[in-house]
């Protein structure tokens, strides 16, 4: 099953209450399309970078089968660039700088061989690059998943709520939930937020877990308790990528495929946080992953 994944591949800077980080590798696309490469070999990445991006980190991709005919190099250009510091309890941070740099006049080109995608990631980037991809497919995708943040709902939020009517699944962090609705209570907000256009609404909470909302239906995964937490970067868009990457392996769409797509993505995030930036998406096995997913399993499991 084809996946085609857009978002950001970057540069990053981190604090956390345990180190910081010169530039380093990060971006939305970059966490997606490593997270869904344990679950589904047809993958294509839509971005773009500046020449001073380093071509090994391209040739990781690669090595994990993402394809990267869509990854377009400016040259004498700059990649983006966002740096982040995190409070004391991790689970909130500040941005410190976000420089959108080759993103400002990006036009995803979509090779031929991606526009008949059946399953469609639209990773953290501007709105309208996002309604650009879906413009572009010459068929209606089995599943569009859109993740977004509050600084896209800050500078383009009508360009945001188109993309919004478009998709099947959104992925926000409780904060943006409150904000694009308006309303406190995440019951409420997602009610809200699922009249604006997707029918699955993913709410974030960071290391309190998820939740999926659908219809009258809601579902709640807990975030798995890890002894050592060094960076929750790219938590959010890791857990995107697992949560895609095992529907798009199972071609599955029902609630209950749903919920345990749910469980695979907070798997891939409890990996991510555990080291800086995206050196823990590197080297897992199957058995790595499916034994989180079994720890999640009896994490909730009580007699009833
Ligand atoms: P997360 O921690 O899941 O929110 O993702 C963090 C990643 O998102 C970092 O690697 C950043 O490079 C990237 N990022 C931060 N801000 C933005 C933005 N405004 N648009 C797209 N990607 C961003």
Redesign the pocket.
Known sequence: MSLLVV??V?F?AIETPFGKTDKII???AT?IGLAASYFTSNLKLVSVIGSDFPQESIDLMEERGIDTEGLQVKQGEKS?F?SGKYHNDMNTRD?LA?ELNVLEHFDPLLPESYKDSEFVMLG??TPSVQMRVLEQLTSKPKLVVMDT?N??MDIALDDLKEVIRKVDVLTINDEEARQLSGEYSLVKAAKIIREMGPEYLVIKKGEHGALLFHKDRTFYSPALPLEEVFD??????TFAGGFIGFLASTEDLSFDNMKRGIIYGSAMASFCVEKFGTESLIGLSREDINSRVKQFAELVHFPQ
């Open positions: 978002g950001t970057a990053d990060g971006g939305a966490y983006f966002w941005t976000t953290n980037l943040m600084f896209w929750p970067t790219g938590a959010g868009d």
